[in-house]
């Protein structure tokens, strides 16, 4: 019988110490491991959006559950809903939380589309006040729609915060941008995502969001992952070969885009009006 594959799987596992299975690009200040640098932009995700014990939070691309824990454990959360599209990411996700006593969480945390409306909280039912998506939003097949979503889904005064690959407000596409497309196609990105923070603060408006915050990690995430695979990629020789041929493209790739100004890595938090 086949064995099923998924393009979003638990490969990145690898990369982490301990039992750690962080899979985003990670922010990359004085940090030398991949899992620090991974929970690292988990973390300046979670004190931008203020999370606290009121907090009620939806996330969106949850991916192998480190995120989850850090919610429920370093912000203590009252609650935690979510969906993922990965079956095999979301099956470690909820055997981490149920190893660490957090049984009763796992019946809200759903593996599917985030475009599936069902994965949502139904019309009349309590709403999250935070909604946030960590180094995901950029894959999602829609992302106008996703914020939509996330508008329709979030309480008043609620807050979605995001980490998200933005165009610079210079880019200006054509043959220069090449290196681009491939990627996108590569990494399963709709080109349709990839909007100037001007456009993306008209969508975030559109949604029903205001008070609309965007900051510039690209140094601190494209820069130090293309940096962190230079130095790491001699020890890596524990990893299959085709993974070792992904991070070298996407690090390649991730130093080309920031120094010639083609993508910016951004975290973006908004409220909702
Ligand atoms: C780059 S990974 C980041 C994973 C995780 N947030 C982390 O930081 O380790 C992108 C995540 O988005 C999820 N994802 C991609 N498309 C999705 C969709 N349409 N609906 C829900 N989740 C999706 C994938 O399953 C994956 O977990």
Not at 126 to 134: A, E, F, I, Q, Y
Not at 207 to 226: K, N, P, T, W
Request: charged share 20%; glycine share 8%.
């Amino acid at each position: 019988m086949p064995v099923a594959t998924e393009f979003f799987d638990t490969a990145e596992v690898a990369l982490n110490a301990g039992d750690q299975s962080w899979g985003n690009l990670g922010l990359w200040q004085d940090e030398d491991s991949y899992s620090d640098a991974c929970r690292g932009l988990a973390l300046a995700l979670g004190i931008e959006a203020g999370l606290d014990a009121e907090s009620h939070v939806f996330d969106a691309g949850f991916g192998c559950g480190d995120q989850l824990l850090l919610w429920l454990e370093h912000f203590h959360v009252a609650t935690l809903q979510g969906v993922n599209l990965s079956e095999t990411q979301t099956r470690r996700a909820l055997d981490l939380l149920k190893r660490h006593g957090h049984h009763k969480h796992c019946e809200t945390l759903r593996q599917g589309d985030i475009h599936n409306s069902a994965h949502w909280p139904a019309p009349g039912a309590p709403r999250p006040n935070r909604v946030l998506c960590l180094d995901g939003a950029y894959h999602f097949p829609g992302r106008a729609s996703f914020l939509a979503q996330a508008g329709r889904s979030l309480a008043p005064g609620g807050v979605l915060c995001v980490t998200d690959f933005v165009l610079p407000e210079s880019f200006q596409g054509g043959l220069r941008s090449l290196p681009l497309h491939a990627m996108l196609r590569g990494s399963r990105i709709p080109r349709d995502n990839l909007v100037t923070t001007a456009r993306y603060r008209e969508q975030l408006f559109e949604a029903g969001f205001d008070q609309v915050a965007i900051r510039d990690l690209s140094e601190s995430v494209m820069l130090g992952f293309s940096a962190w695979w230079a130095r790491y990629h001699r020890r890596a020789s524990h990893l299959p070969a085709r993974s070792r041929l992904k991070y070298a493209v996407t690090a390649r790739f991730l130093g080309w885009a920031y120094h010639k100004t083609v993508l910016r890595y951004v975290l973006i938090s908004a409220r909702r009006n």
